[in-house]
C-alpha cells in the first residue's frame, strides 16, 4: 500500500512541478526578449543568433527560481489532495504524516543535486556562451576574450598594466611590469614587452611560465631616478624571454570572467590566486558558498510547503496555505541576500550567509511538519 502511496504521491507531485517549471521557462524567456529586443534590433541581430543566445542565457536564470518552482509544486499537488480529503484517508488508515512527507523529500533532495550537478557541468559553460553572444551580437561590443586596458596587482609591490589582452590565445599585447620601493613607493623596476604568451605553469616552482617578445628592463635609484636600461635576451640569442610571474595570473587577467562563469572548482582556484596577490575576495567567497548551498534551498522549501499544503482543508485555508508558502520562499530571498550583502562587507562569514538561511528555515519547517503530524 505504501509504495502506491508514494507512487501516487510523486507523479502528482512531479507533474505538477514539470509544468510549473516549464510556465516559469516562458515567463522569463518572454521577460529576455522584451528586455533585449531595443538592442538586438539595433545591432540587426539575427533570428538564429538570437534563439542561441536565449537557448545559452535560460538554463542559469532558471536554476535561480527552482526553489519558487518547488514550493509552488508542494502546494499545488499536496493542497489539492489534503482539499479533496485524500490525505485524511491517508492518516486514517495509519499513515503518518512523516511517511507522506519522505517521498517528497527525496524529490527535493535529487533536485538539489540535479541542480548541483548542471551547475557544475554545463550551466557555467552556457553563461560564458551566453554573455559572449550578448557581447558581440546583441550589445555590439569588443569581441569576448578581447581586453583592453587591463590592470592588475601583482604579488608585493608589483602592478601589471596591459593594454590588450586575448584569453583565448593567453597573449599580452604591450604590458608593463612596475616594481615599487615597498618604503618609499617610488619606481624600481619597470619590465616592457611589446608581447608574452602564456606557456603553461613551472611543474617545479608552481610559478606560471610566460615568453615575452624583446623585453626591456629600466632600473631606478631610491630617488626614482633612471641609472639602467637594457633589452632582455635569451643566452641563444632568441628574441623571446622566458619570464616566471605569479601563478593564475593568466586567469586574473581575464577582467569580465564573473563567479557564474566558472564551476565551484575553478571559482575556488581564481579565489586563491587573487588571496595570493592581496586583492579582496569577500565578494568571491559569499559567491563560492552560495553555489554548495543554494540548490539545497530546493530541499528547504518542500520542507516548508509540506506543512502549508496538508492544511487546506478547505478553499479558504488552501489560499491560506499558498500565501504563506509563498511568503516563506520571498523570505528566504530576502534573508539571504542581505546576509550576502552583511558577508561582503566582512560582517560575517561567507558560509554563513548561505548556510544559516538554510539552517533557519529547515528548522522552521520541520517543526510545522512536527505540529502538523500531532495535529492530525
Known amino acids: 500500500m505504501l509504495k502506491i502511496i508514494d507512487r501516487y504521491l510523486l507523479r502528482n507531485f512531479w507533474m505538477t512541478f514539470l509544468i510549473i517549471l516549464l510556465a516559469t521557462y516562458c515567463i522569463l524567456l518572454i521577460t529576455e526578449i522584451f528586455s533585449n ?34 514550493m509552488l509544486a508542494v502546494l499545488f499537488s499536496l493542497g489539492m489532495l489534503a482539499r479533496n480529503q485524500e490525505l485524511l484517508a491517508f492518516l486514517a488508515s495509519g499513515v503518518s504524516a ?15 543535486m540535479v541542480m548541483i550537478g548542471l551547475n557544475e557541468s554545463v550551466v557555467h559553460e552556457f553563461q560564458q556562451r551566453a554573455k559572449r553572444l550578448d557581447r558581440i551580437w546583441i550589445a555590439g561590443k569588443k569581441a569576448g576574450g578581447q581586453f583592453s586596458d587591463v590592470a592588475r596587482k601583482g604579488e608585493g609591490a608589483r602592478f601589471f598594466v596591459v593594454s590588450e589582452y586575448d584569453s583565448t590565445q593567453d597573449e599580452m599585447t604591450t604590458a608593463t611590469i612596475i616594481t615599487l620601493n615597498p618604503e618609499t613607493f617610488r619606481f624600481q623596476r619597470a ?30 635609484d631610491a630617488q626614482g ?4 636600461f637594457h633589452e632582455l635576451a635569451s643566452d641563444d640569442g632568441s628574441p623571446y624571454y622566458e619570464l616566471e610571474l605569479e601563478p ?9 570572467r564573473k563567479p557564474d562563469e566558472m564551476n565551484a572548482i575553478n571559482l575556488l582556484r581564481y579565489i586563491r590566486n587573487k588571496e595570493r596577490i592581496n586583492e579582496p575576495v569577500n565578494h568571491y567567497w559569499t559567491d563560492f558558498w552560495m553555489r554548495i548551498f543554494f540548490p539545497f534551498a530546493c530541499l528547504v ?8 499544503a496538508m492544511r487546506a482543508q478547505s478553499g479558504r485555508t488552501m489560499l491560506a496555505g499558498f500565501g504563506l508558502g509563498i511568503l516563506c520562499v520571498m523570505l528566504y530571498y530576502v534573508a539571504t541576500a542581505v546576509m550576502l ?10 558560509w554563513t550567509a548561505s548556510g544559516l538561511p538554510l539552517l533557519l528555515f529547515t528548522a522552521a519547517g520541520l517543526h510545522q511538519i512536527k505540529r502538523c503530524a500531532f495535529s492530525h
Open 37 to 70: 529586443v531595443g538592442e538586438m534590433m539595433a545591432n540587426n541581430t539575427t533570428l538564429g543568433t538570437a534563439a542561441t543566445y536565449f537557448w545559452y542565457a535560460m538554463p542559469y536564470k532558471l536554476l535561480k527560481v527552482a526553489p519558487i518552482a518547488v
Open 98 to 112: 512523516y511517511r507522506i512527507a519522505a517521498p517528497l523529500l527525496v524529490s527535493g533532495l535529487a533536485i538539489s
Open 191 to 220: 619590465l616592457f614587452m611589446p608581447r608574452a604568451k602564456w606557456e603553461g605553469r613551472d611543474q617545479e616552482t608552481g610559478r606560471d611560465r610566460w615568453m615575452a617578445y624583446k623585453p626591456t628592463e629600466r632600473i631606478f
Open 225 to 228: 631616478d633612471l641609472i639602467a
Open 248 to 256: 593564475g595570473f593568466n586567469e586574473l587577467l581575464r577582467a569580465d
Open 301 to 308: 522549501m518542500i520542507i516548508n510547503g509540506i506543512p502549508y
Open 341 to 350: 550583502a552583511m558577508a561582503e562587507e566582512g560582517l560575517i562569514w561567507s
